[in-house]
Nanobody, 112 residues
Framework: QVRLQESGGGSVQAGGSLRLSCTAS?????MAWYRQAPGRQRELVAR???????NSADSVRGRFTISRDVDKNTVDLQMNNLKPDDYGVYFC?????????WGQGTQVTVSP
């Protein structure tokens, strides 16, 4: 069973930065960050495969950067120039191709 642990959430003012980290219990082909705000659907923020395949939301492109340390089973999300609309619970996701695993989530709040 794959377990995911996130950290790095917090509260910042618009324009600030946060770095989220996720550690998996094993190596997974695809790891990603999703987010969900109250009243909104959970959405993909960014996903990165071991081979370098990258997907990211248009709303964060140019501001957020996803990176992995495959040897340490970690995936990080560097979030710069945060906007109030970036608020929500951010979830680490791992998908080996047959099942999706989720972390508990970490809260991100951005004040105007």
């Amino acid at each position: 069973q794959v377990r995911l642990q996130e950290s790095g959430g917090g509260s910042v003012q618009a324009g600030g930065s946060l770095r989220l980290s996720c550690t998996a219990s094993s190596r997974i082909e695809y790891m990603a960050w999703y987010r969900q705000a109250p009243g909104r659907q959970r959405e993909l923020v960014a996903r990165l495969g071991i081979g370098g395949a990258l997907n990211s939301a248009d709303s964060v492109r140019g501001r957020f950067t996803i990176s992995r340390d495959v040897d340490k089973n970690t995936v990080d999300l560097q979030m710069n120039n945060l906007k109030p609309d970036d608020y929500g619970v951010y979830f680490c996701n791992a998908n080996p191709g047959w099942h999706a695993y989720w972390g508990q989530g970490t809260q991100v709040t951005v004040s105007p």
